[in-house]
C-alpha cells in the first residue's frame, strides 16, 4: 500500500520557482496548492462547518467585530444596530455564509487586509439587515464577493 504523508503548515510556504506547482497540507487539515504566481487555491472540499447562536461584536469596529470561523455562521444575537461581525481571511475557492438572526441590523467587515469590493480593510461593509442571509466567495487570497438575500415571510 502507498500512501502520501503531509506535514501542516500554518502558512502557505513561498512561491515555487517559475513552472513549478507546490501542493501541501495547512492546519485546518485541508490541501492547497500554490503556483508559481503566489496564488493559493484550496483544493478540498469538507463537508460545511456550522456555527450558531453568535453575538456580534458591539464596539461596532473592525478590530473589535467576532471573527467568524466557520463556513455557515448564524448569528443569533445582535444587540445593537451596526455590531459587527468579521470574514475569516480570504483564501480563494472558500465560501463564508452570514444568518442575521438577531433584532438589529448588523455590519460585516473583511478581515484585516481583505477587500469587499471598495479596497482593502474598512473602506467597505456590508450592512446585513435582521433576518437577512449573505453568501461570500473568496475568488483569490484577498477578494470576497457576495450576495445579500432578503428573507420573505
Do not use: H
Not at 444575537?77 to 472558500?94: Q, R
Amino acid at each position: 500500500m502507498s500512501r502520501v504523508l503531509f506535514n501542516e503548515n500554518a502558512t502557505a510556504p513561498g512561491t515555487p520557482s517559475s513552472g513549478k506547482l507546490l501542493i501541501y497540507a495547512k492546519t485546518d487539515s485541508e490541501l492547497y496548492k500554490l503556483d508559481d504566481a503566489g496564488t493559493e487555491v484550496k483544493l478540498t472540499t469538507s463537508a460545511f462547518s456550522t456555527a450558531t447562536g453568535l453575538t456580534a461584536g458591539t464596539t461596532q469596529t473592525q478590530a473589535g467585530g467576532l471573527d467568524l470561523a466557520a463556513q455557515i455562521n448564524e448569528v443569533s444575537t445582535v444587540a445593537n444596530s451596526g455590531d459587527t461581525v468579521v470574514l475569516p481571511t480570504a483564501v480563494a475557492g472558500d465560501t463564508c455564509i452570514v444568518v442575521n438572526n438577531g433584532a438589529n441590523d448588523m455590519k460585516i467587515f473583511p478581515a484585516s487586509g481583505d477587500n469587499l469590493g471598495a479596497g482593502a480593510d474598512t473602506v467597505m461593509t456590508i450592512n446585513l439587515a435582521a433576518g437577512d442571509m449573505a453568501t461570500f466567495f473568496a475568488y483569490d487570497a484577498t477578494n470576497w464577493a457576495g450576495t445579500v438575500e432578503i428573507r420573505v415571510t
